[in-house]
């Protein structure tokens, strides 16, 4: 015997860029007016009264996965994308309406663009991927509410100094110096929980900045110890926030050994290396008072 215990469907990347364009055509200073562009994968996944597919062949209930991805572009058109939270939300709530839906998830990764400069000025309709940083964002819909999860991923950071790591247990089997001054450097994965009822996403740019300056200001004795004051200062930095989660793999840059060409290494020359590496993770919460 055996039963079909859960189970879930949907559309997986769904690629979609929008061009945000102008009615006019030039300001009145006489410049072209600035393009928007807005980049996004989307995934659309649904569960609920689907059993009758899975067991019995009947696909009365079944929303074909294609007309997820069409509806995915049709509201593109009719609605604007200031905030991709926002807009996820409202392919939510179209997919909650249909008859045998119970709870959607709507996750999405933006990839930013940058203007490109012209004559020493952004151009308005030019753009250039900067880096590999992306912005992700996950809307959960049910019964019961909507729930909010927005991060940034693969923001690579890096110091040169304010970084030691000291003071740890020791074994036979530990050969890690201790060090007082070393290099830091991580790619930042982040991804913090709205509560209830907030409608303004732009607070992502300030939670952004509140992780990157503490970071460059923080004097850390451990990947640890900066995790908490970042995710303390993006915190502090939105109120709107309840929680923030943040994964930081050490991108290790050890010191070279020069000694057997008779050179001295004055923590100058180091080797970069992605493996094995460190990963330190943490979730920081608001305390209720």
Sequence with gaps: MSNLSWNRYGKSRIRLVKVRRPSARTSGAGHAVPHELIDLTLDVQLEGAFDPVYLDGDNAP??????????????????????????ASKLADHFLAKPAV????????????????????????????????????????????????SGLANLVVLKTTDSAFAGF?????????????????????ATWTYRQGVTDFSVRTVIRRA????????????????????????LAASADVTSITLSLPNRHHLPADLTPFGLDNPNEIFVATDQPFGLIEATITRTRV
Excluded at 62 to 87: S, W
Excluded at 106 to 122: C, F, K, N, S, T
Aim: charged content about 20%; hydrophobic content about 40%.
């Design 169 to 189: 247990p020791r074994d036979e089997y530990t050969t890690l110096p201790e060090t007082s001054d070393r290099i830091l450097a991580t790619s930042i994965r």
């Design 102 to 149: 119970s709870r959607v998830r709507i996750g999405a990764v933006e990839q930013p663009w940058d203007r490109l400069m012209a004559d020493g000025r952004p151009h308005p309709h030019a753009f250039v991927q900067s880096g590999a940083e992306q912005w992700t964002t996950e809307v959960t819909r049910d019964g019961h509410g909507l729930a909010i999860v």
């Design 62 to 87: 079944c929303i074909a996965t294609d007309t997820m991805k069409n509806t995915v572009y049709a509201m593109a058109r009719q609605h604007p994308i200031d905030h991709v939270e926002a807009f």
């Design 211 to 234: 992780i990157v300056e503490t970071f460059a200001a923080h004097v850390s004795r451990s990947v640890q110890h900066t995790l908490y004051a970042m995710g303390e200062a993006a």
